[in-house]
């Protein structure tokens, strides 16, 4: 089956760690976005990627960095420099042209 | 930046009840996208209305879209208890031939059986 798979589930961070959250999709999608969402909350766009080897910063880029080394995976690191981590990470792919979003099943993380 | 806002922000209905979101932006668009995720998880595409368009159907799904107002409605009827989540608008302005989406705050829906 065709999806996109973020792992971990739940990630701890202790203060001053960096930690990357894991995206691959096997869709074949060209597209790939990064985006949190704290409690109660829509979501805020960090990072998007649109082909191999580039990526744009979205509205919330700081802290945070991306690769698109491969079309299939777009890892996503939550640097020291994030003053405020603790949030649901949510990965997703698209095709060109219309069609929508398809979303991993996110990522807690949880700074201790 | 959030285009979208939703509203209500929370609607509680009992089942077999119509349920209605509302959604407005702020910019011209491309299309509108309604999505759902349910407790914890990832969002679910369930309707995309283009801007030429002033209304769609998906099952019990209808959607309503006025480019004059910039607003959009999501109209779940007969809703059922698995009908419980939140529910996202969120709009598509690019003109680079890739989506790149502005999802609104959200409703959440709780139907009680």
């Known amino acids: 089956d065709g999806g996109i798979t973020q792992s971990p589930k739940y990630l701890f961070r202790k203060e001053g760690q960096n930690v990357t959250l894991s995206c691959e999709q096997n869709?074949?999608?060209?597209?790939m976005y990064w985006y949190r969402q704290d409690p109660g909350q829509g979501l805020r766009l960090i990072y998007y990627?649109?082909?191999?080897?580039?990526?744009q910063k979205g509205d919330i880029a700081e802290g945070y960095s991306v690769s698109r080394e491969k079309k299939e995976s777009f890892p996503l690191t939550v640097t020291s420099a994030q003053k405020n981590p603790t949030a649901f990470y949510l990965c997703a792919s698209s095709d060109r042209g219309e069609g929508g979003y398809t979303f991993g099943s996110g990522t807690r993380l949880t700074v201790v | 930046s959030q285009q979208g806002e939703e509203d209500p922000q929370a609607l509680s209905i009992q089942e077999g009840e119509n349920a209605t979101m509302n959604c407005s932006y702020k910019t011209s668009i491309n299309n509108l996208q309604w999505y759902r995720q349910n407790s914890g998880r990832g969002l679910v595409h369930l309707i995309l209305i283009r801007s030429n368009e002033r209304e769609k159907h998906s099952g019990r799904l209808r959607v309503t879209l006025d480019t004059s107002k910039k607003s959009s409605s999501l109209l779940i009827t007969a809703s059922r208890a698995a009908d419980t989540a939140s529910y996202f608008c969120?709009?598509?302005?690019?003109?680079?031939?890739?989506?790149?989406?502005?999802f609104g705050t959200g409703t959440r829906l709780l139907v009680s059986p």
């Open positions: 969120a709009t598509d302005a690019e003109d680079t031939g890739f989506q790149k989406l502005v």
């Open positions: 990627s649109q082909i191999v080897n580039d990526f």
């Open positions: 869709l074949n999608h060209d597209a």
